[in-house]
T-cell receptor, first 110, second 113 residues
């Protein structure tokens, strides 16, 4: 599975968009990009995933570059409840064996 | 719909003791996983299962054993606990194939003294 690189921490003002980057330069053609978050010490929570097209759901948007070597998770209107560690994970299509890195700690401030 | 349930939520063991962590899912998922998370770090995969009766090693399998006798249950065993196994353990499950999400339990906090 491809390795991912994320900044260790980011700050965001409440109500503003939070843009979390992820580099996955060794991604292969059959690997998906997944995003999870972990609030405090709870179990990780699924946010969104995609293969090569941009994706949007009720929680977030996922922008994947054309060469698929990087992606950005966008929380359009961050709230204090979005303060969490966000993990970018790349995994093969035919089996969801998720390997977590260190993630990005997002601090949403009032 | 309970999702993924882990038992127990907290446990303190003495070095050398054994115990079993139970993970149960009610979503009829094929795949199940055990992770550990140490302070300030991401989750690391211990063992996983692609179906009833099958198990496989993940990143950090040493010191642990697993069994998947029933589709809905995935057991993680520590035969002789060590202080290095002090961690938070998370179980997860997902459906067959790609393009699906994994659902996580709320974790078991284990301390080995």
């Amino acid at each position: 599975d491809a390795k991912t690189t994320q900044p260790p921490s980011m700050d965001c003002a409440e109500g503003r968009a939070a843009n979390l980057p992820c580099n996955h330069s060794t991604i292969s053609g059959n690997e998906y990009v997944y995003w999870y978050r972990q609030i405090h010490s709870q179990g990780p929570q699924y946010i969104i995933h995609g293969l090569k097209n941009n994706e949007t759901n009720e929680m977030a948007s996922l922008i994947i570059t054309e060469d698929r070597k990087s992606s950005t998770l966008i929380l359009p209107h961050a709230t204090l409840r979005d303060t969490a560690v966000y993990y970018c994970i790349v995994t093969k299509y035919n089996f969801n064996k998720f390997y977590f890195g260190s993630g990005t700690k997002l601090n949403v401030k009032p | 719909n309970a999702g993924v349930t882990q038992t127990p939520k907290f446990r303190v063991l003495k070095t050398g003791q054994s115990m079993t962590l139970l993970c149960a899912q009610d979503m009829n998922h094929e795949y199940m996983y055990w992770y550990r998370q140490d302070p300030g770090m991401g989750l690391r995969l211990i063992h996983y299962s692609v179906g009833e009766g099958t198990t496989a090693k993940g990143e950090v399998p040493d010191g642990y054993n697993v069994s998947r006798l029933k589709k809905q249950n995935f057991l993680l065993g520590l035969e002789s606990a060590a202080p290095s196994q002090t961690s938070v353990y998370f179980c997860a499950s997902s459906d067959r194939g790609g393009n699906t999400e994994a659902f996580f339990g709320q974790g078991t906090r284990l301390t080995v003294v």
